[in-house]
């Protein structure tokens, strides 16, 4: 699946993988470790931060 919309994968993929603008190659991966159905809006701004701490600049 290839989305724009970082809250989406973060609710619908188990990993992430970030790819730089052109030409696009790989920035790096986000492993999303947690089962979906314990997604809740603490969880969600947790990973959300996480993942910016990673990319800076990236979503």
């Known amino acids: 699946m290839v ?10 993929s188990d990993r992430i993988i970030v790819l730089e603008q052109r030409p696009a190659h790989v ?6 470790r947690l089962p979906r159905q314990h997604l809740n809006p603490q969880v969600m701004s947790d990973l959300l931060r996480s993942f ?5 600049g990236v979503a």
């Open 3 to 12: 989305t724009h919309n970082l809250r989406e994968a973060l609710m619908l």
């Open 52 to 56: 910016q701490q990673k990319f800076p």
């Open 27 to 32: 920035l790096g991966m986000f492993d999303v």
